[in-house]
C-alpha cells in the first residue's frame, strides 16, 4: 500500500511540473506579443462644427486603411433617446456629467488596443497623448451653411442659415465651457494640437492629403527621437 501512495504522489508532483511549465510558457509567449506589438498609430482630429471633420476622417481611414471612430454619432444617438437635439443635450450635460462620461469612455483605452485609429471626437485629443492631433477651422458663414444643408443631421435641422449659426455658436460656448469645467481641457487654445488647418475653401481630398503629409512626417519625427 505504502508503495502505491508514494507512486501516486511522484505522479501529482510530475503533473504540477507539467501545469506550472505550461502556465509560465504561456505567459512568456503573451508577455512577449503584448511588450512587441506594434504602438497603436493614432490621429485625433477635433475642431469647429461644420469644419468637415467626418467627411475628411471617412478619407483618411480609406487612404490610410486606420479604423474609425466617431463619437459625434454616440452623441446624437444619447440627444435623441434624451428627445433632444444636440445643443439642448449639450446644456444638459452641464449638470449631468453622465453624458460626457458614456462618450469619453468610448476613446479613453484605445491607445492601449493596438490598432490604428481616426478618431473623430471633440477631447480625444485630450485623453489619448502620444496622438497626432489636429484641429479643423472654418468660417462660421461657411460652417452655418454647410450643417444647415447637412441631410445627416436628423436632429439638428433650423430654418434658415441664421439659425444654424446662432447654434453654432451657443454649442461651442457651451461644449468648450464643460469640457474646462470637467477635465481642464483648453479647446480654445491652438498650442495643443500638432497641426491646425483652415478647411473653409479646401476640398476634403485636398484637406485629407495635407494631413497624410504633415502625419508621415511627425511618424517620422517620432521614429528617430
Given at each position: 500500500?505504502?508503495?502505491?501512495?508514494?507512486?501516486?504522489?511522484?505522479?501529482?508532483?510530475?503533473?504540477?511540473?507539467?501545469?506550472?511549465?505550461?502556465?509560465?510558457?504561456i505567459l512568456y509567449i503573451w508577455v512577449f506579443q503584448y511588450l512587441f506589438q506594434p504602438m497603436?498609430?493614432?490621429?485625433?482630429?477635433?475642431?469647429?462644427?461644420?469644419?468637415?471633420?467626418?467627411?475628411?476622417?471617412?478619407?483618411?481611414?480609406?487612404?490610410?486603411?486606420?479604423?474609425?471612430?466617431?463619437?459625434?454619432?454616440?452623441?446624437?444617438?444619447?440627444?435623441?433617446?434624451?428627445?433632444?437635439?444636440?445643443?439642448?443635450?449639450?446644456?444638459?450635460?452641464?449638470?449631468?456629467?453622465?453624458?460626457?462620461?458614456?462618450?469619453?469612455?468610448?476613446?479613453?483605452?484605445?491607445?492601449?488596443?493596438?490598432?490604428?485609429?481616426?478618431?473623430?471626437?471633440?477631447?480625444?485629443?485630450?485623453?489619448?497623448?502620444?496622438?497626432?492631433?489636429?484641429?479643423?477651422?472654418?468660417?462660421?458663414?461657411?460652417?452655418?451653411?454647410?450643417?444647415?444643408?447637412?441631410?445627416?443631421?436628423?436632429?439638428?435641422?433650423?430654418?434658415?442659415?441664421?439659425?444654424?449659426?446662432?447654434?453654432?455658436?451657443?454649442?461651442?460656448?457651451?461644449?468648450?465651457?464643460?469640457?474646462?469645467?470637467?477635465?481642464?481641457?483648453?479647446?480654445?487654445?491652438?498650442?495643443?494640437?500638432?497641426?491646425?488647418?483652415?478647411?473653409?475653401?479646401?476640398?476634403?481630398?485636398?484637406?485629407?492629403?495635407?494631413?497624410?503629409?504633415?502625419?508621415?512626417?511627425?511618424?517620422?519625427?517620432?521614429?528617430?527621437?
Amino acid at each position: 500500500m505504502i508503495y502505491i501512495i508514494i507512486i501516486f504522489i511522484i505522479l501529482c508532483k510530475e503533473h504540477i511540473k507539467v501545469k506550472i511549465f505550461f502556465v509560465r510558457n504561456i505567459l512568456y509567449i503573451w508577455v512577449f506579443q503584448y511588450l512587441f506589438q506594434p504602438m497603436s498609430k493614432i490621429i485625433t482630429i477635433t475642431g469647429d462644427l461644420g469644419s468637415g471633420k467626418s467627411t475628411i476622417s471617412n478619407i483618411l481611414c480609406k487612404k490610410l486603411g486606420f479604423e474609425y471612430v466617431y463619437t459625434g454619432m454616440i452623441h446624437r444617438k444619447i440627444a435623441e433617446r434624451h428627445g433632444m437635439n444636440a445643443f439642448e443635450l449639450n446644456k444638459y450635460a452641464e449638470e449631468h456629467p453622465e453624458i460626457d462620461d458614456e462618450i469619453d469612455s468610448t476613446f479613453k483605452t484605445l491607445d492601449k488596443a493596438h490598432k490604428n485609429y481616426i478618431v473623430d471626437s471633440r477631447l480625444a485629443w485630450f485623453f489619448i497623448e502620444n496622438s497626432f492631433k489636429i484641429y479643423l477651422r472654418t468660417n462660421l458663414t461657411v460652417a452655418a451653411k454647410r450643417i444647415f444643408n447637412d441631410n445627416k443631421r436628423f436632429n439638428e435641422k433650423y430654418k434658415t442659415e441664421k439659425d444654424a449659426l446662432k447654434s453654432i455658436i451657443q454649442r461651442k460656448k457651451s461644449e468648450d465651457k464643460r469640457y474646462f469645467k470637467k477635465y481642464k481641457a483648453d479647446c480654445g487654445n491652438m498650442n495643443n494640437f500638432d497641426l491646425v488647418l483652415d478647411t473653409s475653401f479646401l476640398t476634403p481630398e485636398q484637406i485629407a492629403d495635407f494631413i497624410i503629409e504633415k502625419y508621415e512626417n511627425f511618424s517620422q519625427n517620432l521614429s528617430s527621437a
